[in-house]
């Protein structure tokens, strides 16, 4: 268990890096491409929204998961802070 947990640590930081590198990447923009009805927040139907948009399936149980890892405040929903801040690397780039 602890290795797939690291597993996936290891490639959600790797993502974080190669987003960071890219100049074109600006996580307001990401943020807003995510929020479709411009309230501020990512709810779990508009990841699902994107998810499903690029052909994926994914469960409830998933989206849930997804949502409350990045909701820091507990409210169901992701602000543009908690996004932000998932989005951001933890770790030094490595050279």
């Known amino acids: 268990m602890w290795r ?3 597993r996936c640590e290891n490639a959600a ?4 890096q190669r987003l ?3 100049p074109g990447f600006n996580a307001y923009e990401a943020f807003n491409s995510l929020d479709l009805n411009c309230d501020g ?3 779990t139907i508009e990841l ?4 499903e948009s690029r052909g994926y399936f994914v ?3 998933e989206l849930e998961q997804v949502v409350q890892k ?3 405040n507990k409210n169901g929903r992701v602000d543009f802070g908690e996004f932000a801040e998932e989005v951001r690397t933890k770790s030094p780039v490595r050279r």
């Open 59 to 61: 469960g409830q149980k």
């Open 48 to 51: 699902r929204r994107m998810i």
């Open 13 to 16: 930081e790797s993502l974080r």
């Open 20 to 22: 960071a590198a890219k």
């Open 41 to 43: 927040t990512i709810s």
């Open 4 to 6: 797939v947990h690291i």
């Open 70 to 72: 990045m909701d820091r």
